[in-house]
């Protein structure tokens, strides 16, 4: 909140909102808004329609009393003996209280007392005591109370109105003097003719000054004199600042709609993503899919799976299956059939950047779409699709790199043990095949028991064996490719998620960044319509 009243709250908006088209490019628009902030800014005095007065003089003068009298009732105490104790004090229409409360905290004005004159309600009346002394916080008084109030009425008494001190000050406030006003008080202590007198020398002081016209009343705060011109002169300053408030205010209202309509913004409806949500994630998905498509995890998991089944045999598997893979390995097959590193990292040969760019681009282009066609290639350019080739190249580059680098099956307790079977199975194989040469050499001078199996009857022994070893070799053989398939399928899902998280967000902090920028600086854009 700004202390300077609501118009510089909307005006700091509307300087930001300048910022932010400058940001994306929209540097005419940008210059124009400006323009007005810098004239809405010039403008001195209370920011919003409120007429903010204040009450100086040296303590005794009688600000309590011309208070008082001006409201009609006891606002602030009057002190008879000094020095006083006064707090600071605000006396406020009752409508506008709001409006002032930033200023009033910043002044420490704790002691708020409302009204609801009718003919005063756009006033607002301070009476500061810390103002009151002619030493020591002068210069606050100019750097920080002046810009941020409309008025500083100095109130002098018939006996202190020619102290130097006093005009010495009003001499350094001579560069504010449309909105100094002066009042000399107790007039009951003079004459009619003294009063004229006092008067005219005040005058003619003050424009020694440097004060060419002084907005100057003489009035008696006991017995009321010149209180009601007080009043009336104060009501028509208030009504000509609500009036200059009011242009100045629609200037400002008008540039910020300005600058919103550059951005596509509708007043009406405020601030709207250029790209909805669920559009914008669709987007996304596709553009993942289309990572996915050069990626393949699955191509990297079938690979994975040849790959196990390989080690799987090396490591343990039958002694018929080990002397083929040698031969393989020896041609050289088995690197060509099985390395799925090799295979994740040659993902530019299973198609073009395109598949996952054009999502992109086309969000990007939808994006721009919405904003009205005068602005829409500036947009476009800082929406940034040229960057987000070389971008996504490289991070799919190093994705899959980060992939092929962890790519080892892990090693796995059922292979040696599917090994240690195998070779129990082809024991068994052998010693059977043995066993029947044996029969055969013998000619059938040896033997044999039987096994009774169901259905084919009594089978001998020796080609049960054979029979038995055979089958649990194949049934082996299945085991180990159902688990090779499984560690291949598991592993492509891991890559498969990994690499979409990554992809995901490559698109969403690169292609999609200029998007966030300027969303980022259309919400502050929208900020400043309010
Ligand atoms: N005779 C006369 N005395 C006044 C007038 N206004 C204020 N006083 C007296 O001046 C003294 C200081 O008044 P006060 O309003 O407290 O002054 P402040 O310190 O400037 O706020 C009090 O004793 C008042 O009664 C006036 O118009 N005529
Ligand atoms: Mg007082």
């Known amino acids: 909140m700004s202390e300077g009243g609501p118009l510089d709250e909307r005006l700091a908006r509307l300087r930001d909102a300048v910022e932010a088209a400058r940001s994306i490019g929209l540097e005419p628009e940008a210059a124009a808004a400006r323009t007005v902030t810098r004239r809405v800014g010039r403008r001195a005095g209370f920011g919003g ?23 009609g009732e006891t606002v602030s105490e009057v002190r008879a003996v000094r020095p006083t104790t006064d707090r600071p004090l605000a006396w406020v229409g009752g409508t506008r209280r709001d409006e002032v409360a930033p200023l009033l905290e910043w002044l420490k004005v704790e002691q708020v007392v409302t009204h609801d004159r009718p003919d005063l309600g756009d006033i607002a009346v301070l009476d500061l005591p810390d103002i009151d002394s002619v030493r020591g916080e002068h210069r606050a008084l100019v750097d920080t109370l002046l810009p941020r109030i409309d008025a500083v009425t100095w109130i002098v008494d018939p006996e202190k109105y020619d102290d130097e001190r006093v005009h010495a000050y009003w001499r350094t406030l001579a560069l504010h003097a449309d909105r100094l006003r002066f009042v000399l008080n107790k007039s009951d202590r003079l004459t009619e003719e003294e009063a004229h007198l006092v008067a005219d020398d005040l005058r003619a002081r003050l424009v020694a000054d440097g004060i060419p016209r002084p907005a100057l009343h003489v009035v008696s705060a006991i017995r009321g004199d010149g209180i009601d011109r007080l009043r009336s ?28 309509a550059s951005v596509g913004i509708e007043p009406e409806d405020g601030y709207q993503p250029l790209l909805r ?8 998905r596709e553009a993942i899919a289309g990572a996915m498509t050069l990626v393949d995890p699955d191509g990297v998991g079938r690979q994975v799976r040849a790959q196990v089944l390989h080690r799987a045999r090396m490591g343990g598997g039958s002694f018929v299956g080990r002397v083929t893979q040698l031969g393989w390995r020896l ?46 290639g500036r947009i476009l350019d800082a929406l940034g699709a040229p960057s987000a080739e070389r971008d996504l190249d490289a991070v799919l580059d190093r994705a899959t790199q980060a992939e092929a680098s962890g790519l080892e099956p892990p090693e796995s307790l059922v292979w040696p043990v599917l090994g240690a079977a195998q070779v129990v199975a082809g024991a068994l194989v052998l010693f059977a095949v043995a066993w029947l040469v044996t029969l055969f050499v013998a000619g059938g001078s040896i033997p044999v028991d039987s096994v009774g199996v169901p259905i084919l009857g009594p089978i001998p022994m020796p080609l049960a064996v054979l029979v038995g070893g055979l089958l649990l ?31 995901r967000a490559a698109v969403v902090t690169d292609g999609l960044a200029g998007l966030e920028r300027v969303e980022a600086a259309r919400r502050t854009i929208a900020a400043a319509l309010d």
């Open 49 to 71: 329609e409120l007429y903010v007065m204040a009450l100086a003089g040296g303590t005794g003068v009688g600000k309590s009393s011309v208070l008082n009298a001006l409201a």
């Open 233 to 260: 002169d104060l009501a028509e300053a208030a009504h000509a600042k609500v009036i200059v408030s009011a242009k100045l205010e629609a200037d400002r209202a008008e540039a910020a709609k300005e600058l919103a």
């Open 277 to 284: 949500h669920d559009r914008r994630e669709a987007l996304v």
């Open 331 to 376: 041609i050289g097959g088995q690197r060509r059939n099985a390395d799925p590193s090799a295979y994740l990292l040659a993902w530019r040969t299973r198609g073009a950047l395109g598949r996952v760019l054009n999502p992109v681009r086309a969000a990007l282009v939808e994006a721009a779409a919405a904003v009205p066609a005068e602005s829409r």
């Open 473 to 503: 070799g194949a049934l082996l053989t299945w085991l180990l490719q159902l688990h090779a398939g499984y560690v291949g399928r598991s592993m492509a899902r891991e890559i498969e998620e990994r690499t979409a998280d990554t992809v």
